[in-house]
């Protein structure tokens, strides 16, 4: 009896054939059961970064509903600020519709009317504050783009946050989303900005765009904007920059406006629209600059010479031509800063052979031009005038006054 009972003790101590089974069993559901959590967690990282790709798919379509209804709320700011707005080609201006953007040009016509399960687009033009009316006043106009369906994991019928993070990456910071704990309040721009959640029944994962609010337009100015640029200088003011055509000559206000006119550009100088391509000078006015290019009120050129402001069209030379004895110079036209002025350039006579023929063979041909009357003088080296065929080659321009 007692050696059996050794065997057995000694089979149970060195560990039999079940007991080594048993272990094997427990490694083995051990091993499986770190696999299975790993397959899970390898699972679950593949289905996130799909959700991610999906939401920047789902972002490019969104990004260009939003661009669009941004260039329309910019485009018609000032109108969209009135008491009563109205755009052509759109049925209500503060809600305009992806149909109706597309037959205005501002979005490409390839572009979905929908957003798929998210369903439609909800757009809508809004103000702040709520009710002002402009543009006289500060009355900033915004948008609001959202899909009517929430975008959430259907699992769980939470926010799919994989999807919309992927969707937000792509748009920026005007995007946010609506969740727990406070899904009636959507806040986005890291805090920039907060708006109420446009779903009726406040659900959560309801996606909205903003445009215009908050700090989502930045210091920008946008077009037919309401605010004063404030840029330090001279007298700047918004009302600079209209690109309506202005009529040379006409009046106009501020002073230091620009605009458009059809011979170029405008500038509003004391009153009066001028057509603006460098610094307005006086007629015989100071200048500071030899040589500097400026204009006149008219839009004549002047030259800087001797600091004075010169007709920069008349500066020089006017004319050339041969005159007889006692013959009168036509006096040139000058402009701003000269005076019409004469030469004699050179003399040319005839010899005169034979009685009875009258003239002045002395030679030693000279000519001179009165001063005051123009007329022009051949005389002889004896002073005796010269023959009848002399001439006086004259040359007249406009010179320092």
């Not at 200088?233 to 920059?241: N, R």
């Not at 069209?313 to 013959?327: D, K, P, Q």
């Not at 001179?368 to 022009?376: E, G, H, P, R, S």
């Amino acid at each position: 009896m007692y050696p059996m009972s050794s065997t057995r003790s000694r089979r149970t101590a060195t560990g039999g054939p079940k007991t080594q089974r048993g272990v094997s069993l427990v490694l083995l559901a051990m091993v499986i059961g770190v696999l299975a959590v790993g397959l899970v967690g390898l699972g679950r990282s593949q289905i996130r970064e799909a959700s991610e790709r999906a939401g920047k798919t789902v972002g490019s379509s969104i990004e260009a509903v939003s661009d669009a209804v941004n260039q329309y709320r910019t485009t018609n700011a000032a109108t969209l600020s009135s008491a009563t707005p109205s755009v052509a080609g759109f049925a209500n201006p503060m809600a305009p519709t992806v149909s109706e953007l597309k037959s205005n040009g501002y979005l490409n016509v390839n572009v979905a009317d929908t957003l798929g399960d998210y369903g439609a687009y909800n757009i809508a033009i809004l103000k702040n504050p709520a009710g002002c009316i402009g543009p006289a006043t500060n009355c900033q106009v915004w948008s609001r783009i959202n899909p009517v369906n929430p975008i959430v994991d259907k699992r769980t019928n939470t926010p799919d946050v994989a999807m919309l993070a992927g969707l937000i990456s792509r748009i920026g910071e005007s995007a946010s989303y609506s969740a727990a704990p406070t899904p009636a309040t959507i806040v986005g721009g890291n805090g920039a900005w907060s708006i109420a959640n446009p779903d009726a029944t406040s659900r959560a994962g309801i996606l909205v765009v903003v445009a215009g609010l908050g700090g989502s337009d930045g210091p920008w100015l946008r077009v037919q904007d309401t605010r004063n640029p404030d840029f330090r200088g001279p007298s700047v003011t918004g009302t600079q920059f209209d690109t309506g055509l202005k009529t040379i000559g006409a009046a106009c206000t501020p002073h230091g406006a620009f605009a458009s006119s059809a011979q170029g550009l405008a500038f509003c100088f004391s009153g009066v629209w001028v057509l603006y391509a460098g610094e307005i000078g006086g007629a015989a006015g100071a200048c500071d600059t030899e040589g500097k290019m400026g204009y006149t009120n008219a839009g004549r050129s002047l030259i800087c010479v001797s600091n004075i402001w010169r007709d920069h069209l008349t500066y020089g030379f006017r004319g050339v031509g041969y005159y007889a004895h006692n013959s009168v110079v036509p006096q040139p036209t000058c402009g701003a800063g000269l005076t019409p002025q004469a030469v004699v350039s050179g003399v040319s006579a005839s010899v005169i052979i034979g009685a009875n023929n009258p003239g002045n063979n002395t030679g030693s041909w000279q000519a001179d031009i009165n001063a005051t009357t123009w007329q022009v003088r051949i005389m002889g080296s004896d002073g005796s005038q010269a023959g009848t065929n002399a001439r006086a080659l004259v040359t007249t321009f406009c010179a320092l006054s």
